[in-house]
């Protein structure tokens, strides 16, 4: 039984606790100071990336977990002066409910720190081309498997790679 029942003073009460539950004290996000940042989405084959301080960016790359298809942001990482890596965000196809042999998207969020230009790569694995490898934890080895496995008639091809150049001005 609610302690607010048939009180017009208690719902207004509840009402005003919901509210400041909901907007809460902050924005909780990582903004950087003097205000909201502005965050651009851009395509993965979009290798040639301006951006301003404070400006976040994204790539969105689809992932399927079900199909040992991964992809991670590999070292040498972005010069940190210029750019950092705000995470990575996993939106399965098939929402709330898991569903066996769905996929999804995964999106790298970055943000623009300083003036200069760095680089930095994402690494593409399939299950053919990376082994030991998991959702986050990507292989020890990124190159071609130096031997076939056995049956096959050359080795592993290699994990695709697309390095990105980012200036900050």
Known sequence: MSTFRGSR????????????????????SDEPAGGSART????????SITAEPGERFTLTV??????????????????????????RDYASDSGDEPVAGAGGRLTFTFEAKGKGTTRFTLLHCTFTTCQGNTSTLPPGTTGPSATPTPGAASPSPAPERITYTVTVS
Do not use: F
């Open 62 to 87: 689809d992932q399927n977990a079900s199909t040992r298809e991964y992809w991670y942001l590999v070292d040498p990482g972005p010069d940190s002066s210029v750019l950092v890596s705000r995470g």
């Open 40 to 47: 651009t989405s851009h395509p993965v084959k979009d290798t």
């Open 9 to 28: 003073g208690g719902a207004a009460i509840a009402a005003a606790a919901l509210l400041a539950l909901a907007t809460g004290c902050g924005s909780g």
